[in-house]
């Protein structure tokens, strides 16, 4: 699943073909939301914004798009109005007299007042967006101390999206990795200054994951591996994907382990359990 990062970059990329333009033509793939493209059709784009992993498109006549990737959406910006091939299924077709950006297998999908989107059952629980400009390490130090989320093993609450929204589990690898913090640990357990560690690296890595296209190492290690000539999946982490692999940082084996499924990677001795 895309986190938050990739659905950042993939608003950047819908909003520079659609912010500000007329849209000619919308089309819908799930039958309850066709009759809203006679609303959106020939309304203008306002802006295409992103909470956690969700993504809203406001219109200039006040209705807005949501639209969750989940685990198979994908976004694509085409020129022009000739679509690609695809055996995706078509979601959600946006045109402007010059391009098209499309939506496809992606299914949580709603269009709605702009005003009413505070009530969205997803968004209404939502915590602060990991990539809004405006949220700094403080204000995830502070909710790190809260009674919601103080008491809970940090590789459980670096998924919670309740409290931040857009992180993922390449992200909550990464992270932990960064702060070098084991994932069984919980936020009220650590020091002040493991706290502001850990609010710094979420910043950190989540910032670089969108400025690099999804890379996580700290810009003169992936130069290094770079020339190295290793693939970009071999190049990408410090430990997610990196099982049975060296740390970088002090050559012990990374392990992998699961919770509820999903695969968490973590280096003993960069993390140690107490």
């Known amino acids: 699943m895309p986190e938050g990062p990739e659905i950042r970059r993939a608003a950047d990329n819908i909003a520079a073909v659609l912010v500000n333009q007329e849209i000619s033509s919308v089309r819908f793939g799930l039958p309850r939301l066709k009759r809203y493209a006679r609303v959106l059709r020939g309304s203008h784009v306002t802006e295409v914004e992103t909470r956690g992993k969700a993504m809203l498109t406001h219109f200039d006549n006040g209705y807005s798009i949501y639209s969750h990737n989940q685990l198979y959406g994908v976004w694509r910006v085409v020129k022009g109005h000739k679509l690609p091939k695809s055996n995706r299924s078509l979601r959600l077709l946006l045109q402007t007299p010059a391009h098209s950006a499309i939506l496809y297998s992606a299914s949580d999908i709603s269009v709605m007042p702009t005003e009413e989107l505070p009530q969205h059952p997803f968004l209404a629980k939502l915590g602060p967006d990991i990539m809004n400009p405006d949220l700094t390490w403080r204000d995830i130090e502070r909710r790190l101390r809260q009674a919601p989320f103080c008491k809970r093993e940090l590789a459980t609450l670096y998924l919670d999206q309740s409290f931040l929204g857009g992180n993922g589990n390449y992200l909550r690898s990464e992270i932990l990795h960064r702060a070098g913090l084991h994932p069984r640990r919980r936020p009220a357990e650590l020091t002040r200054g493991e706290r502001g560690r850990l609010a710094r690296s979420t910043l950190e890595i989540s910032r670089r994951s969108y400025a690099t296209g999804g890379i996580t190492l700290a810009p003169r290690l992936a130069a290094s591996l ?32 699961e919770l509820n499924s999903r695969g968490l990677y973590y280096c003993p001795e960069c993390q140690p359990g107490d």
């Open 226 to 257: 770079s020339r190295h000539n290793l693939p970009r999946e071999q190049r990408r982490f410090y430990a997610y994907g990196r099982g049975d692999l060296p740390c970088y940082h002090c050559g012990q084996t990374i392990v992998r382990t």
